[in-house]
T-cell receptor, first 113, second 116 residues
Framework: AQSVTQLDSQVPVFEEAPVELRCNYS??????LFWYVQYPNQGLQLLLKYLSGSTLVKGINGFEAEFNKSQTSFHLRKPSVHISDTAEYFC???????????FGTGTRLQVFP | GAGVSQSPSNKVTEKGKDVELRCDPI?????LYWYRQRLGQGLEFLIYFQGNSAPDKSGLPSDRFSAERTGESVSTLTIQRTQQEDSAVYLC??????????????FGPGTRLTVL
């Protein structure tokens, strides 16, 4: 069965430091990959997505992610975080043969001043 | 433009009661999804509507859960005889549903359901 794993439930980091949120997917077929962000008391918002082509994907708010097929990973990165980046981040995969998103359990990014 | 809206934003109910949750998708979006987000967990797929096709109900956890959609507009998720384990945030999403499956799902703010 397809699955998406986010290895870290919480990531604390100081403002202006770099951050990486890890995501691995398990699939016997190719997959589209997404990162969503959920700010407190708000709905999920798409950060970026990988469909095909360049393995380095740039999204909103300075985030980027790299698709690594050999490691089945899609880690999210930002070189310098802000307090406003404090939120829950969800990695999701969508196998080619389905219409459903399969979500990871989420990573809470906490940025401290 | 208007995004996906859901109502109510919060619902507290007693065990055994029925509840209805509403979702208004983005106008023109043919696909509509319901997810459940339990505390500390990821989103679980519940059901998917695409145009006039039969809905994909494979994620519904029990026969107490059902959903309807009127054409390509409003959807209602109904939970009968609620149980405490039904407490969660219920999220609705809609998309254009491109034939290549590359469409982005846009999420509503969710309905927080608490079953006492």
């Amino acid at each position: 069965a397809q699955s998406v794993t986010q290895l870290d439930s919480q990531v604390p980091v100081f403002e202006e430091a770099p951050v990486e949120l890890r995501c691995n997917y398990s699939s016997s077929v190719s997959v589209y990959l997404f990162w969503y962000v959920q700010y407190p008391n708000q709905g999920l918002q798409l950060l970026l997505k990988y469909l095909s082509g360049s393995t380095l994907v740039k999204g909103i708010n300075g985030f980027e992610a790299e698709f690594n097929k050999s490691q089945t990973s899609f880690h999210l990165r930002k070189p310098s975080v802000h307090i406003s980046d404090t939120a829950e981040y969800f990695c999701a995969g969508r196998p080619y043969n389905t219409d459903k998103l399969i979500f990871g359990t989420g990573t809470r990014l906490q940025v401290f001043p | 433009g208007a995004g996906v809206s859901q109502s109510p934003s919060n619902k507290v109910t007693e065990k055994g009661k029925d509840v209805e949750l509403r979702c208004d998708p983005i106008s023109g979006h043919t696909a509509l999804y319901w997810y459940r987000q339990r505390l500390g967990q990821g989103l679980e797929f519940l059901i998917y509507f695409q145009g006039n096709s039969a809905p994909d109900k494979s994620g519904l956890p029990s026969d107490r859960f059902s959903a309807e959609r009127t054409g390509e507009s409003v959807s209602t998720l109904t939970i009968q005889r609620t149980q405490q384990e039904d407490s969660a945030v219920y999220l609705c999403a809609s998309s254009l549903a491109s034939p290549w499956g590359t469409d982005t799902q846009y999420f509503g703010p969710g309905t927080r359901l608490t079953v006492l």
